[in-house]
């Protein structure tokens, strides 16, 4: 068994139990209305019992134009911070702490689910996109940041520990960050600071909303693995800006949907063998960041995990592994020294898209 992996640690103002986070994960669950079902509960409630010290949910969109599909789960209304409250409820007993993630999907949206038009940075034509977005205006960019801190301080009254802003996989504001996607001329494009605008202020936003005593941490890409995208040098200097302003952690993840040859959810990942694709960006962001940093992305085994700690990481985040085993932590603890078994097939996703709540499809 580990010692480091099983050791205490804080984020922000949480006290973590040990080194292991459930990363989000969308689970395909949600009410059509957007609030959080009973699945959604038992989920969390198995996750929970499984032995991670912090859960992630799947991604909350801040208002309705910014959501991808049917069973995403919002955050607008009392209905559906009542729900999340009850998956709060559920968790606490095993010493486990939730936090938020919040997105707005932009040109990766539904139009088709809101009713309303794609919004992105600049109306490009682009792999991620199934139609030319609309340009946001600047009044409808302070919206979404408004939308931004009002769904953290609802996050928080319904219990949330914290919250995560989604800036990472080709969303809204890592669509804003990328050169390939923004091509604005006004204060929020063309220069790496107006490109960063956005998240900055989502980020002051959000602070304002729920006060200094709230754990805040982002998911950035640490590369977008795309020509002319946001690549990690540039991606760093962005999250040492907002550690100046008070930012809690950083979860490093990389590329988009179309990004070659690593998407956010790499296939394939074999214990021992090819786990960590994005291991260059993390390392370079530990060394880089006094706040805690959190290694998610084709993490298997044990001794990878400790590797990544004694390079300075913070955290181990998982998500696929736990969908086949929700109580790997508390395996791992109890002394079992094998990897994951889950092999990266991505079929999980499979009955998700179905609307019938992710689930491994691994045979066993």
Not at 183 to 194: A, H, I, K, P
Request: aromatic share 6%.
């Amino acid at each position: 068994m580990s010692t480091n992996l099983f050791s205490p640690t804080t984020l922000g103002q949480l006290n973590l139990k040990n080194r292991f986070v459930r990363s989000a994960t969308w689970d395909g669950m949600g009410f059509s209305d957007g609030s959080f079902s009973p699945a959604q509960v038992e989920l969390y409630r198995n996750l929970s019992a499984g032995g991670s010290s912090l859960l992630t949910t799947g991604y909350i969109a801040v208002n309705p134009q910014g959501r991808r599909n049917p069973e995403q789960n919002l955050l607008s209304n009392r209905k559906q911070q009542q729900s999340l409250s009850k998956i709060i409820e559920v968790i606490k007993c095993h010493d486990t702490f939730l936090q938020a993630q919040l997105v707005h999907c932009g040109g990766l949206a539904s139009s088709d689910l809101s009713r309303q038009p794609l919004v992105a940075p600049s109306p490009v034509e682009h792999p991620l996109f199934e139609e030319i977005p609309q340009e946001l205006t600047e009044n409808e960019i302070e919206t979404i940041i408004l939308n931004f801190g009002e769904t953290a301080a609802r996050a928080r009254e319904a219990g949330c520990d914290g919250v995560q802003i989604h800036a990472a996989h080709g969303y809204l504001i890592s669509q804003f960050l990328s050169p390939f996607t923004n091509q604005r001329t006004d204060d929020y494009g063309g220069s790496r600071e107006n490109r960063t605008r956005m998240l900055l202020e989502s980020y002051k936003k959000i602070r304002e909303y729920v006060g200094n005593d709230f754990t805040i941490t982002i998911k950035i890409n640490g590369s977008d693995y795309l020509e002319n995208g946001l690549e990690c040098q540039e991606s760093l200097t962005v999250a040492q800006k907002l550690t100046e302003l008070g930012l809690d952690g950083v979860e490093v993840s990389g590329g988009t949907q179309v990004s070659t040859p690593l998407t956010p959810i790499p296939k394939a990942i074999k214990a021992g063998e090819n786990e960590v694709p994005f291991a260059a960006e993390i390392n370079a962001f530990a060394e880089a960041l006094p706040i805690p940093v959190i290694a998610v992305g084709g993490i298997r085994s044990l001794e990878t995990a400790e590797k990544l700690l004694s390079k300075g990481v913070s955290l181990i985040s998982l998500c696929r592994p736990l969908i086949r085993e929700p109580d790997l932590i508390n395996q791992w603890q109890a002394g079992r020294e094998e990897p994951s078994t889950c092999n990266s097939c991505n079929r999980c996703f499979i009955p998700a898209f179905k609307g019938k709540g992710i689930k491994c499809l691994q045979e066993k």
